[in-house]
Every structure is written in C-alpha cells, then in structure tokens.
C-alpha cells in the first residue's frame, strides 16, 4: 500500500489479464443481469447524467471512459448532450455502436490522443480501479477536459468498513481483474495533483452496495466466493467456475435475509463516509491542463 493506495501483485501481464474478462463481461449486447437490475440501472443512470449537468450548468460534450454497452452515455444523449465513449476492445464496444448508436473509440485513454480542452465532462464509473497506470490517466483527464469541466469517478472504498472487516473475502476486491485499490485520501490526493476539486462525495451506490454487502457475507460464510453474483450474470457472462449444487442453493436462500439486513447496514455505512464504494464529482480548476 502506498499511503492509502494499493496495488494487485503479481500484476498480470495484458495477455494474461483478458483470460479473466469474458466476452460479455464489459456488455456485448447479451444480458448481463436480470431485467429488474438493468430497470434499475436506467434509473440511476438518468439521474447520474442530471446530476453531472446540474454541477457543470448546462450541456456539452461528455467522454464515458469505458462506457460498456452504452446505457450512461445514452442517457446524456437524451438530455441533449454530445456523447462520445472509448472501451477496451472491439467487442465490448459493438453493443454501444451497433445497437445504440453510440461514437466508440476503442484503445487506452493514454493513447487515443483526444484532442485538449474538448470535453465538459468526462465519466470514469468503476473503471479506474481496472487501469494500468493510474497517475497518467488522470492526468489524460486533465488535459481533454476543459477548465470547469466536471470529472464523475466512482470506485470501490478499500478503507470502507466492509473492506477492513472482511479483508480477503470481500467482493470488491475482485483480484486479479481489480489492479488498484483506493481509499478515500488517496484518491483525493491523486486528483488534486493533477489539479481537480472535489465538489461532492458520495458513499452509497444503489446498484452496488447492498448486492456487496450480502455477496460478501456469503463469502465470510465460507460459500464459493461471488457465487451469487455469478449466478445473477447472464449465461455468456460467467466469472467464476461451477461450483456444487448445495452452494448455490445456500447462496440464493440466504441472500434474502442478508438483502434486507443490508439496507440498514449500507445506510449507516454510506451516513459514516465508509461505504462500500465511492463516488467523487470534480472540477477541473483553471491551472490544470
């Protein structure tokens, strides 16, 4: 750990690394998740590209880095706004372009070179956990971001009280696929070096924390560790192998009680800044860039 930042190691090399992302792991078209989930997720996404244009002031051009199939740049299309996305490879990128649309350029932000100063807003949502090389792609941030503009990250909370209590079984670890591990100061630090203003801080995801909260109870329980989750992902987005029927069963009866005893554990948590993950709204200040 460097002072509140943390790192997978061994690292695994980039050949290695896309063995653990399946092809439907970033949103190929196919379902990764129930239809309720997804309903949920339109809902949260609208509102995050509200809440962007309501911090920066008006519309602009925004930049979804690692934009999945495309549903938060969507959303700010429908608001009015130029949308442009990037993703890591051709195939994660075809459901955005194909079936929405949407402008992907495919490639590490690093090595696009996107042109200064041109966007008003640029979203990283759980991606930034998943870089190389953290530093160089905040600062690309900078740089294409126009003074004022606004920088929406969102990563899981290493320092979070889940995190500490639950060490090595907690979900958002997530190693190897999760290469950085970020507390609150870190990630703070890391932004203001490269000349960002944290506007707001928020300490609950809706469509992360409680499903967090009873994955890793089930994990402490000594079940296969993201059985659940892996149950929940569609047939083409599996992250972990089989497991015996008996785990699956225990993981689906007991997610019902730990569902509900996490809403007023999440809250609590989120209310104590140590939630499970972590959302940080930005400005670029005027001498960064």
């Not at 591990?181 to 870190?186: G, L, N, S």
């Amino acid at each position: 750990m460097e002072c509140g930042l943390a790192f997978t190691r061994p690292r695994p090399t980039a050949n290695e690394l896309g063995g653990y992302y399946p092809q439907a792991y970033h949103g190929s078209g196919a379902r990764r998740f129930p239809w309720w989930v997804e309903k949920l997720q339109r809902a949260l996404y609208r509102r995050r590209a509200a809440a962007v244009e309501k911090v920066l002031g008006r519309k602009g051009r925004v930049l979804d880095v690692g934009c999945g199939p495309g549903f938060l740049l969507r959303e700010f299309r429908e608001r009015g706004w130029e949308v442009q996305g990037t993703e890591f490879g051709e195939h994660s990128a075809r459901h955005a372009r194909e079936a929405l649309g949407l402008p992907v350029t495919v490639g590490d932000l690093s090595n696009l070179q996107l042109p200064a100063t041109h966007f008003d807003a640029v979203v990283m949502w759980h991606v930034l956990e998943h870089i190389v090389d953290v530093h160089a792609t905040i600062a690309e941030v900078a740089r294409i971001l126009q003074p004022g503009g606004i920088f929406l990250c969102a990563v899981p909370n290493f320092g979070s009280l889940e995190a500490r209590c639950t060490r090595d079984k907690w979900f958002h670890l997530d190693v190897p696929r999760h290469l950085n591990h970020f507390t609150i100061p870190a990630l703070v630090r890391l932004l203001n070096n490269a000349g960002f203003q944290v506007e707001q801080t928020s300490f609950i995801a809706l469509e992360y924390d409680c499903f967090s909260f009873t994955q890793t109870a089930l994990n402490v329980l000594g079940l296969r560790p993201n059985l659940l989750y892996n149950l929940l992902r569609g047939a083409n987005a599996k992250v972990v192998c089989h497991a015996a029927a008996w785990q699956s069963i225990a993981s689906v009866l007991l997610a019902a009680p730990l569902g509900l005893l996490s809403v007023p554990a999440t809250t609590l948590a989120a209310l104590l800044r140590s939630g499970a993950t972590m959302t940080l709204m930005c400005k670029k200040e005027s001498r960064a860039g």
